[in-house]
């Protein structure tokens, strides 16, 4: 591969007319909450497609169906190289970083570990370790959600089903962290290695321990000829499973329970269905829709009459299209009874979430157990809650609090 060769060119072929400042990184000024930064974008008159040229340059679509074509087009839009701002070399992570057929190597090796079958199985460990955690602070009246729960619950349960050291959590959500919100070159080209080094040792301390975990599972695939899979390309689907499995569900659950903590009727109507979350549960995860999708242009082509280049970069917002009133009747209003939800935060067609029961499983399950425990809570008073920008929105903190058991 030659240096920088899916990097964006230059953007001569952009017209001034498209072009709106918008940096996907940096919150603009007065604001901290990555929604309102979305939204603003949205009541402001940039064009449906317009193009930024912070971060290294690229394109940004807002409606739901541009959304969902390039989501669903892998003729046109790309998932290998896509990072933004650029930086070679990136991992090629294994299914998701790779184009169709390609991807059907891992992508057939990992979807029936996480079939809706297969995360039933995992019912049992999941509201052992929600209410391990809720025991930890339930009857103080407080806790730090991001710390103390949103962040442990699913990290912890990645390590177990990837049968990692769990004493290393602290670890690996700073890892994430770096990886899904630094757009600062040096420390992305660190922590890419950083990441590629605890997988390459895991994997190596597996294969001489083979259990029934999905490590064990990546190590022991065979091909169709009865050959390992490349060794490389196993270190990248565990690359891809260690970044996609920890930080989208933190970010999700706090957008989540803090639009609890604000609004008491949302409480109480979701403690009302608690055994029946299921349509709950996928509005929420509509409106809090967390991740910013990239793709890059695969050829030169006119895209609903506007011309892009080879290597284009394209973020696809999962939270604005989610709130396309075309699409979704009154699409601000949370409205936990919505029968028909096509949301995108999952993404669509070939490289849809494979772990998106798993994800939904965890929420379902840590509203469950939180609301029968702490069925009342709020922000703290003097909390500043600031949030984050980047490939997935979120919160850094998230302090609650509610009536101390006496």
Known sequence: ???????????????PELVHEFDIYQFSPGVSDPLEQWGNLLASDAPRIFYTHHNGGHWVFLDYEDVREAFRNDALFSTFQTPIPPIEPYPVMQPQGVDPPEHKKFRSLLAPLFTPAAVTKMHAELHRRTTALLD????RGSCEFGRDFASVLPTGMFLYLMGMPEDRLPEF???SEVF????????RAQNIQQIYAVIAEYLAWRATRPGNDLGSVLISARDEHGQPFDQQDVLNCGFLLFVAGLDTVTS???FIWRHLARNAEARRELVSMIEKLTVAVDELLRIHSVPNIYRRVKKDMVYRGITMKENDRVVLPCSVANRDEKVFEHADVIDLHREVNNHLTF???PHRCVGSHLAKTEVT?????WLRRIPDFDVAADAQIRGHLGPT???SQLPLVWAPKA
């Not at 399950?365 to 157990?369: F, H, P, R, V």
């Open 1 to 15: 591969m030659t240096a920088h060769r899916y990097f964006p060119g230059p953007s001569h072929h952009v017209p």
């Open 252 to 254: 999700t659950m706090t």
């Open 393 to 395: 929105l979120g919160f």
């Open 180 to 187: 899904m919100r630094s757009n600062d070159e040096a420390e």
């Open 136 to 139: 930890a602070f339930a009857d």
């Open 347 to 349: 993404g669509a067609g």
């Open 173 to 175: 959500v700073k890892l």
């Open 365 to 369: 399950i840590a509203l469950q157990e």
